[in-house]
Structure formats: C-alpha cells, structure tokens
C-alpha cells in the first residue's frame, strides 16, 4: 500500500485484528493510518507497542475520520456495536468490512440504520503470517474503489477470492475460515500415530510440521492438482497405496464431507441467531 491509504479503524483488537494490522504494517501500511478500538487495556497497550497503532477504549473515537471501518468483535456483540456505531458515522459513511463468522451484511447494514457500504470478508488465522486465505463479498452500496480497498487491505494478509453469492460465505467459512484447524488435527494424528510407533514426539512433531509445509508450498508452487501430486508419491503396491487404501475403507471423503457440512450448517444457525 503507498501513502494513499485509506485511514482505517479497527473496532475490535483481539487476534484477527492483531493478524491484520500486523499484515498491513509489514506491507508498508503506515500505523499512522491505523485506529484501534479495544475495550482491554492489555490489549491495546500490545497492539501500541506491537505496531504503534492509535489506540482507543471506545469504538466512536477510533472512526472519526476512517475511510474504512474493520468490524473485528464477535458475532455475539456485533449488533450492539454497530447500533453504537451507525449514528456516528451516518454522515460520511465510511466502508465498512465485517470479519465476523455467520452475519450476514443485510444484517449489519440494519443494526448500522441502513445505506451503509459493506463488504464481507472470512479470512483466517494464517494471516498472522501473511498466508491468509480470505473470501471477499461486497453489497450493492460499496463501489468499485472501496471494494479494492478492501481487497488491497485483505490481499496484505494472504490471497483473496470475491465469491458470487452471500450464502456461499458459509461454505467459505467452512473451508478456509475452519480450515487451518483440519491441517493441525490431521498433524496432531499423524504425531501421535508416528509416536505409537517408537519416534521422540519432538521428532515425529518436527517431521509431521514440515511435512504439511512441503506439502503446501508443492500445491502452491507447482500448480499441479492434488491428485497428481497424491499420485507421484504413490508407488504401485508401496507404503502411501498401502495407507491411502486405510483411508479409503475408513471412508476418509465422506468424513471430510460431513466436517464441512457441519461447519457449513453451524454458520448458518449462526446467522439465524441474530
Ligand atoms: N479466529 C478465527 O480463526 C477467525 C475469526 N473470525 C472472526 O473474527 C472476529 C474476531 O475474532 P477473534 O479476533 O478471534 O476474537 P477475539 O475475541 O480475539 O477479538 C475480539 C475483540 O473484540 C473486543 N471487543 C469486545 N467488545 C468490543 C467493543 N464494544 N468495541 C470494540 N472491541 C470490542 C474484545 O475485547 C476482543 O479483544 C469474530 O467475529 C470471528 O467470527 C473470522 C475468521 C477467522
Ligand atoms: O470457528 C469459528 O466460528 C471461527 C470462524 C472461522 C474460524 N473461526
């Protein structure tokens, strides 16, 4: 980003947030332009040393004068902040990007009073780390310059996709939002599997880790299909067929299925919820 950055408050400053300043500050973002709202003293205090980011105990003082308002608070008290907030910013209305799981943008555009530009956004935690993975959707109020705002803003996290339709976010938030959490299951397994079988747990942790690593940078950095890849390292009648075929009689799809469709269906109680 370049010093044409959008001014942005953060109204909420726990983990999410913390992944996202951090993204766009290494990026180039100046913590001049970044306001936080965080009621947590600790917190704030961290995100100040962390970034040298303004900090603030209430979400009225960060906005004054954003282009673009982050809504990084849970779900649970997202209606509340944005009725606090709509009033305040009625007049300028600035862009508003919701993190949260399981709220749909109708939703916020009504707690705020209405008219608002919004765009839905679920990334995830690998954010942190600039590998984020975020899927992006954006009301018919937003215009093109502030959903490249938002995408610009996401894209310092990791990589983006716009998606078609709302009601896909819950599909998105049950791949990639959840998702790092499938990838540390299925290490944790394998560490221990590889632990019942006689290696140190630092060993069998340090090859499991680096193992899902090499494994992603191939799906990225090839660009090859996982099935091709799956296959290169499946020699006929060897030790991967042997283990790919427990998956299978274990019914390994269909469990995978059944996960995200439990996510999917938990997002959308979610948003019922509200
Ligand atoms: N953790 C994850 O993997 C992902 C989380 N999300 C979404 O991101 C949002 C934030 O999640 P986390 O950062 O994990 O939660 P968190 O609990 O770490 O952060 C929320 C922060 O909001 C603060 N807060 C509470 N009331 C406030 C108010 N009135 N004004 C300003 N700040 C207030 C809390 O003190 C807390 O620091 C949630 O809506 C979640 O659904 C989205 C994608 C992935
Ligand atoms: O588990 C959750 O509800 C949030 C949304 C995606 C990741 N964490």
């Given at each position: 980003?370049?010093?044409?950055?959008?001014?942005?408050?953060?109204?909420?400053?726990?983990?999410?947030?913390?992944?996202?300043?951090?993204?766009?500050?290494?990026?180039?973002?100046?913590?001049?332009?970044?306001?936080?709202?965080?009621?947590?003293?600790?917190?704030?205090?961290q995100?100040?040393?962390?970034?040298?980011?303004?900090?603030?105990?209430?979400?009225?003082?960060?906005?004054?004068?954003?282009?673009?308002?982050?809504?990084?608070?849970?779900?649970?008290?997202?209606?509340a902040?944005?009725?606090?907030?709509?009033?305040?910013?009625?007049?300028?209305?600035?862009?508003?990007?919701?993190?949260?799981?399981?709220?749909?943008?109708?939703?916020?555009?009504?707690?705020?009073?209405?008219?608002?530009?919004?765009?839905?956004?679920?990334?995830?935690?690998?954010?942190?780390?600039?590998?984020?993975?975020?899927?992006?959707?954006?009301?018919?109020?937003?215009?093109?310059?502030?959903?490249?705002?938002?995408?610009?803003?996401?894209?310092?996290?990791?990589?983006?996709?716009?998606?078609?339709?709302?009601?896909?976010?819950?599909?998105?938030?049950?791949?990639?939002?959840?998702?790092?959490?499938y990838?540390?299951?299925?290490?944790?397994?394998?560490?221990?599997?590889?632990?019942?079988?006689g290696?140190?747990?630092?060993?069998?942790?340090?090859?499991?880790?680096?193992?899902?690593?090499?494994?992603?940078?191939?799906?990225?950095?090839?660009?090859?299909?996982p099935?091709?890849?799956?296959?290169?390292?499946?020699s006929?009648?060897?030790?991967?067929?042997?283990?790919?075929?427990a998956f299978?009689?274990?019914?390994?799809?269909?469990?995978?299925?059944?996960?995200?469709?439990?996510?999917?269906?938990?997002?959308?109680?979610?948003?019922?919820?509200?």
């Amino acid at each position: 980003m370049s010093h044409t950055d959008p001014a942005v408050a953060f109204v909420g400053g726990g983990n999410m947030a913390h992944s996202l300043i951090g993204a766009m500050t290494r990026t180039g973002t100046a913590p001049a332009r970044i306001q936080v709202a965080e009621p947590d003293a600790a917190r704030r205090a961290q995100l100040a040393r962390d970034f040298g980011v303004a900090v603030h105990a209430e979400a009225v003082d960060a906005v004054a004068g954003a282009d673009l308002v982050v809504l990084a608070v849970k779900p649970q008290v997202l209606g509340a902040v944005c009725a606090a907030l709509g009033p305040r910013i009625a007049a300028r209305r600035p862009l508003l990007v919701s993190i949260a799981a399981g709220v749909r943008i109708d939703q916020i555009d009504t707690w705020l009073g209405g008219g608002f530009p919004i765009v839905r956004a679920m990334p995830n935690t690998p954010a942190l780390i600039g590998a984020g993975a975020t899927g992006l959707i954006a009301n018919a109020a937003a215009t093109a310059d502030q959903r490249a705002q938002a995408e610009a803003l996401l894209t310092a996290a990791g990589r983006t996709a716009w998606i078609a339709r709302e009601d896909l976010m819950d599909a998105v938030t049950a791949l990639s939002g959840s998702g790092p959490a499938y990838f540390f299951l299925l290490v944790e397994a394998l560490e221990d599997a590889a632990v019942a079988h006689g290696l140190p747990r630092e060993t069998a942790r340090a090859l499991a880790t680096q193992t899902c690593l090499g494994a992603g940078r191939m799906l990225v950095e090839s660009g090859e299909p996982p099935a091709t890849l799956r296959e290169r390292v499946t020699s006929p009648g060897g030790t991967t067929q042997a283990a790919l075929e427990a998956f299978a009689a274990g019914d390994f799809r269909r469990l995978v299925g059944q996960a995200v469709e439990a996510a999917v269906q938990r997002g959308r109680a979610l948003s019922a919820a509200h």
